[in-house]
């Protein structure tokens, strides 16, 4: 049981219970808005919470009301036997929803491991079903596996599976349009994402709008809004039959910053606060030295004070200088 009393709340009046876990900085694709071709500044292994490390954070959260877990990375299943943490996981009190963000290059090998370990939902980025214009964005001519990988999710009959397309100035009104129908025909959630100015990468790619996107596709496809909503900050569209949803995130033209819930916890044991700011805790050195589980909590909470009140991205776009993979998805 949580005690409400315990629960963490933000200065700004926002109860925080998601908490989104990188588990590696690393990745084995090269997205043009994400991580720079040729980048090599990883954090050295020494310096990644291990297991266990990660297992003992979990839990304080959840002892303080968090009760939505979602692994990242980079790429998370790049981590070695990440199954065996997500089972781990599971079994931690108070914990109701587990969820992983993937490139979908690996799951094909691990779907079904992480649906025994008690995974329950999936995202999977794909950013077109072009395999010219996937490799473009990604770096690499890896579509197949991607598309085998979504196949062996819904072998796994995970909870949920969702597609998240990240869309670019470069983005086509066709591209969206065959990810809709794809996602239609297989039943999967597609969420479009506005690209935000994070690192160099991410400012490069110039600023989006999802606004014009919006309204073609519930046009259509005879969409309508949705009052259901998950723990991230997704608004969605849903066919009139209710079997297909369209979630929209739109940090750049209209942030949800008043009702962020989030913090996240990256694999060398940093909180960060927010994604378009530079507030952060760093865990591992509390971690390492022996501190008590209760001074865990107390430093958790102490962190969340710091959590700022929204990002920046368009009063600032050059605030950010780590590359997404560093703050973990």
């Known amino acids: ?19 989104r876990l990188s588990v590696t900085d690393r990745c084995d694709l090269r997205c043009h808005y994400c991580m720079p071709v040729g980048f090599s500044d990883y954090e050295i292994p020494n310096n990644w919470l291990t297991f266990e490390e990660i297992e003992r954070v979990v839990n304080a959260f959840a002892k303080l009301g968090v009760n939505a877990v979602r692994v990242t990375g980079g790429e998370p299943l790049l981590r070695k036997d990440l199954a065996t943490l997500i089972s781990n996981l599971s079994r931690i009190n108070g914990l109701s929803d587990i969820s992983l963000s993937t490139n979908g290059t690996q799951l094909a090998r691990y779907a079904k491991d992480l649906k025994t370990a008690g995974l329950h939902r999936i995202n999977v980025s794909l950013d077109s079903l072009d395999p010219i214009e996937f490799s473009n964005v990604c770096g ?35 591209t969206i349009e065959s990810l809709v129908e794809y996602s239609i025909r297989n039943r999967f959630t597609l969420r479009l994402i506005e690209v935000m100015p994070v690192g160099n990468t991410g400012r490069s790619t110039g600023p989006t709008h999802l606004d014009r996107v919006k309204k073609h596709c519930q046009s259509k496809y005879n969409l309508v809004e949705s009052i259901d909503r998950g723990p991230g900050p997704a608004k969605y569209l849903v066919s009139a039959d209710g079997k297909f949803k369209m979630g929209f995130i739109t940090p750049m033209s209209s942030h949800f910053c008043d009702t962020c819930n989030r913090v996240r916890l990256s694999v060398d044991g940093t909180i960060y606060l927010c994604l378009g700011q530079n507030d952060k805790y760093e865990l591992r050195p ?37 590359i997404m993979a560093k703050t973990g998805g």
Request: proline share 4%; glycine share 4%; net charge negative.
């Open 1 to 19: 049981m949580v005690d409400s009393a315990s629960h963490l709340i933000d200065p700004f009046g926002r109860r925080i219970n998601y908490l």
């Open 140 to 174: 690499r001519d890896v579509l197949n596996k991607v598309l085998m990988g979504l196949t062996a999710a819904q072998e796994s009959e995970f909870d949920l599976i969702k597609i998240n397309t990240v869309y670019s100035p470069n983005t086509s009104i066709e």
């Open 286 to 322: 509390l971690l390492r030295s022996g501190i008590s589980d209760e001074d865990l909590m107390e430093a958790i909470r102490l962190a969340v004070t710091y959590k700022p009140e929204r990002h920046e991205f368009n009063e600032h776009p050059d605030k950010i200088i780590r």
